[in-house]
T-cell receptor, first 111, second 115 residues
Framework: DAKTTQPNSMESNEEEPVHLPCNHSTISGTDYIHWYRQLPSQGPEYVIHGLTSNVNNRMASLAIAEDRKSSTLILHRATLRDAAVYYCILRVKSNNRKLIWGLGTSLAVNP | GAVVSQHPSRVICKSGTSVKIECRSLDFQATTMFWYRQFPKQSLMLMATSNEGSKATYEQGVEKDKFLINHASLTLSTLTVTSAHPEDSSFYIC???????????FGPGTRLTVL
């Protein structure tokens, strides 16, 4: 299974941008990069996904390296509600669209 | 947006009983639903993938006779934990995906405690 590597934890201040890195050096050409986040005792929430180009939505931006071996989730202005575990996942096309979850990055946001 | 509900949100049962958890997609048709289990401080572990109208595909190490999955309609999948034991206590989460869509939409989870 394709794997991703993320820092265990990160810290940010409220209203500052946050850059959450993810390495996926074994990515293949058809694998999508997905980001989800999970608040305590809740189901995960979809954040964003991309294939090759950078992507923006109302929640975040996804910057994908040219060689696609890494990506960065950007929260433009962190709020206290953004404190969560952020998961970077490769969706392997050949694997029945399954998502294989790692341990994610626990983001703390300081007021 | 796409909303997925789960019922019940919390259940406590005695060892040896069976528990049924429902997962519904409220505003879209879900051709594929996924069932996950999450232990404290751990990541999500995929248990099985179910496609509407066909048998579920279980991940390695997940007993299909213990965790019965039924995906009878495009908006409902159920997971039944049969003869539950304390080691089955966990957070069970379902997700649903539209045909051809990339993202999965998750339910709020069901906390199962087996005494």
């Amino acid at each position: 299974d394709a794997k991703t590597t993320q820092p265990n934890s990160m810290e940010s201040n409220e209203e500052e941008p946050v850059h959450l890195p993810c390495n996926h050096s074994t990515i293949s050409g058809t694998d999508y990069i997905h980001w989800y986040r999970q608040l305590p005792s809740q189901g995960p929430e979809y954040v964003i996904h991309g294939l090759t180009s950078n992507v923006n939505n109302r929640m975040a931006s996804l910057a994908i390296a040219e060689d696609r071996k890494s990506s960065t989730l950007i929260l433009h202005r962190a709020t206290l509600r953004d404190a969560a575990v952020y998961y970077c996942i490769l969706r392997v096309k050949s694997n029945n669209r399954k998502l294989i979850w790692g341990l994610g990055t626990s983001l703390a946001v300081n007021p | 947006g796409a909303v997925v509900s789960q019922h019940p949100s919390r259940v406590i049962c005695k060892s040896g009983t069976s528990v049924k958890i429902e997962c519904r997609s409220l505003d879209f048709q879900a051709t594929t639903m996924f069932w996950y289990r999450q232990f404290p401080k751990q990541s999500l572990m995929l248990m099985a993938t179910s496609n509407e109208g066909s048998k579920a595909t279980y991940e390695q190490g997940v007993e299909k006779d213990k965790f019965l999955i039924n995906h009878a309609s495009l908006t409902l999948s159920t997971l039944t934990v049969t003869s539950a034991h304390p080691e089955d206590s966990s957070f069970y989460i379902c997700s649903a995906s539209r045909t051809g869509a990339n993202e999965q939409f998750f339910g709020p989870g069901t906390r199962l405690t087996v005494l």
